[in-house]
């Protein structure tokens, strides 16, 4: 199985799995109305350095923005990869963004030591399907996680996709990368990421231009 499809079947596990037992919220103080902040709806900054979408800007709103945003029900984890990467993550398991339901994972940015912290207060944690570990923030650490700043977006519309929507809405892309039964649609103007599968089911992933041959092209070369 090519590294493209384990993704996406690992990006729709975590977003289905028991691992994720949502904290209840009050809903979102800045909600979209219907037909904003919709998924091609961006605007890319001259130098590539920040990414607006959803009505969060990559590399400047913080994960409390998020909340306000699409708030209701969310969780805090630090990820542990293979190689003892850790990362800062929020879940939004049902949020309605311009009047579509999705699910939405804001990656943000902390210090190596905070992060580590968090993890240490968090416990055992709990293991993943792709061999690393998920620690849930405790609700002491919750306030300062929040302050974290959003560096990347992955979006899973419950709507099905298809070739002409993608075409009609997002353009063509630049380049198609085919993996088992899908395909990566690359946008790098866009720092836009589009695993399309041939069923219908579709994956964004949003990172500021100027980072997208690092974060998103590289990986699929490897």
């Known amino acids: 199985m090519k590294r493209g499809t384990v993704w996406l079947l690992a990006a729709l596990g975590i977003a289905l799995s028991g691992f994720f037992l949502a904290i209840m919220r009050p809903p979102g ?37 998020g909340v306000n945003k699409l708030g209701r029900r969310y969780e805090l984890g630090v990820f542990e990869d293979q190689a003892g ?32 912290a968090l993890k240490t207060h968090a416990g055992e944690g709990k293991s993943m399907a792709d061999r690393g570990r998920r620690y849930s923030v405790i609700e002491a650490d919750q306030d300062f996680a929040l302050r974290a700043v959003i560096t990347a977006i992955t979006y899973l519309p419950v709507v099905k996709f298809d070739a002409d929507l993608v075409r009609q809405r997002f353009g063509e892309p630049t380049e198609c990368v085919a993996v088992q039964d899908g ?40």
């Open 29 to 65: 103080e800045q909600s979209s109305p219907p037909g904003q902040d919709l998924p091609w709806q961006m605007t890319v900054s001259p130098d590539g350095a920040t990414l607006t979408v959803f009505g969060l800007t990559l590399g400047e709103s913080t994960l409390r923005d």
């Open 85 to 116: 990467r850790l990362s800062l993550e929020g879940y939004f398991r049902d949020a309605v963004v311009g009047g579509l339901n999705a699910r939405l994972v804001l990656s943000a940015q902390l210090p190596e030591s905070v992060l580590m």
């Open 183 to 222: 395909a990566h649609w690359l946008y790098p103007a866009l720092g836009l990421d589009l695993l399309l599968g041939d069923n219908g089911g579709a994956l964004l992933q949003y990172v500021p231009p100027a980072e997208f041959e690092q974060r998103l092209r590289a990986p699929l070369r490897d």
